[in-house]
């Protein structure tokens, strides 16, 4: 089993060139097989959901050819079966994603339910919802949703809550029914987005991504494209947290700086310097940092996504932090961890009351899920000392090469794979 072994204690510094957003990717991938022509992704992340999404592809039978490790191309006109195998919704959600694209394309799809996670119980009714509404028929037998239509017909759509899923999930159906859709209260992340430029560059006709009310018209058939996916704002933010955290100076490349307003501006808050580019932002923190309130909230807000990042920012600051997690009930469990670091963070509801420390110490910790195990390597490099990180397979579905984008930054860390290793690192480091 792999692990992250961290001596901690440097300020990170210098350039991190950040990748496609993992999270863009795996809806364009399954959307790419809603058409017979070839389809070329670019800016693809080389992370664990993205090989498992592209497997999942090719199992139904669509052709899928890695070019490189960035780019591949896939072609949907080979597909025999519309049924996806629970060995890939067990280990990526996203997989859920096939049910929109299968649906539309193909008016029939039959994806195994995915079950709750380790960030809280994560229902997809309004998915389901949408479906229905266009028209199709959505059963569920045996652990699977398979729905199905004679024809998906447009429909006017208000979700209950603002969800990502649904949102993308049933912007892709509607793209392939009959006349006109529209989606309120939907979610306005930049993946939505990319999601929609990415369909509407292969003949799809949506407008109004990135509001709450998007307009869809349906169309007969899409055709072949080209397309980058755009950066990955959860990445960037987390190398944005590190240099808060490590007191370090930063530059993050390849971004929208717009996507990162949000995190950008809790950093400014708490005193870090934060000065924007072009495609770059670069963060500066050469001071203790200072106590905030953190509340996550769907995109402009804060992301739930950075929550963990922040809380071990917060949990090295000066003050009281409140920090609400009001997306995700489950998504405080790098607490316990983080208290076994020197941390002082009590946990009521999905609140969390961070009294900030002096410093941290090196622990043997374990990473509970993506975005909690990055902020626990963030911790450990700010930390005092030696840190261990077990189950890091949960960091590596989400950061591609992030020990390598680290120790570049001059973290001193490798990924250890066995006692020796772990000496042996413990022996150069002194
Ligand atoms: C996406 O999940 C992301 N995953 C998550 O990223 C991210 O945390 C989340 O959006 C919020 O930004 C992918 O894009 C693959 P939601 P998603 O539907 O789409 C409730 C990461 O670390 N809800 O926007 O599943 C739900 O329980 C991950 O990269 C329903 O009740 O999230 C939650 O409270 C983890 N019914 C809220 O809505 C539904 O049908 C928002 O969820 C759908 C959602």
Known sequence: MEQYIIKG???LVGEVEIGGAKNAALAILAAAIMTDETVCLDNLPDVN?????????????AQVE???????KINGSTIEDVSVDYEYIKKIR???YLLGALLGKYKKAEVPLPGGCNIGSRPIDQHLKGFRALGAKVDIRHGAIIAQAENLHGAHIFLDMVS???TINIMMAASMAEGRTIIENAAKEPHVVDVANFLNSMGANIKGAGTDVVRIRGVESLHKSTYSIVPD???????????AATKGDIMVKNVIPKHLEAITAKLEEIGCEVEEFDDAVRVVASKRLTRTHVKTLPYPGYPTDMQPQIGVTLALAEGTSIVTESIFENRFKYVDELSRMGANIKVEG????IDGVGGLTGARISSPDLRAGAALVIAGLAAEGITIVDDIVYIQRGYEDFEGKLSNLGAEMEKVT????IQKFKLRVG
């Open 233 to 243: 704002m959860i990445e960037a933010g987390t190398f944005m947290c590190a240099a």
């Open 164 to 166: 990502v899923g649904a």
């Open 94 to 96: 996203a997989s859920y």
């Open 49 to 61: 959901d993205i090989n498992v999404l592209l497997e999942a592809i090719s199992c139904i039978g």
């Open 350 to 353: 999905n609140t969390a009351i």
């Open 66 to 72: 890695r070019v490189d490790r960035h780019t591949a």
């Open 9 to 11: 204690g440097n300020p």
């Open 418 to 421: 066995s006692e020796k290793e």
